[in-house]
């Protein structure tokens, strides 16, 4: 079963309705709620983006991502879920010259589970990856974003800086993903 954190992104119900459009076998949860489940009962991972910055939701992604690396279970970190991934792994992010918000094209550099050629992806940010560790792999890039999609080492980890719930190559993406076991 998948779960689906829900870190207060307004895109998070477009996200839910896609897991229900794909018929997908997922459980959706706050992530203050996460406390309460069995991590062990879920074999896959997709962390929402968010509104704001939140301490305690940021410790909680953390965990989330190190339980993911550690039992090797797929997981879709998306915008901040991105960004939380890359700095619990030893990357940092820093603040964007002008935020970005729309569809942007998104160059796939390569070879992965998820897409190729060239997707448009809905972007809504202000902050960016600016880098990631050794252990990670980019795997797209666009005009402002170096690191629109990567892998950290060989697992089934990702990071999208977009938010692949709100365009039809991005829905694409997501179903890729739901299928990796």
Sequence with gaps: MLLVVDNGSVYTPSLLKCTKDLNLDFEHHVFSNMSSLNLDDYSSVILS???????E???INSKLVKHS????????GICYGAEILALTLGGTIKKMTSPRHGLY???ITKKNHLCSGKIKGFESHSYMVSKLSS????IASS?????????YDDKN?????????MSTDGKALLERFSSIK
């Design 69 to 76: 690396v550690d039992n090797n279970k797929p997981l879709l």
């Design 143 to 151: 005009t402002d974003c170096k690191f629109e999609i990567f892998q």
């Design 135 to 138: 252990s990670f792999t980019s």
């Design 157 to 165: 980890i990702f990071g999208t800086q977009f938010h692949p719930e």
């Design 105 to 107: 094209e998104i160059n």
């Design 49 to 55: 983006g968010r509104r704001k910055n939140d301490s």
């Design 57 to 59: 939701m940021n410790i």
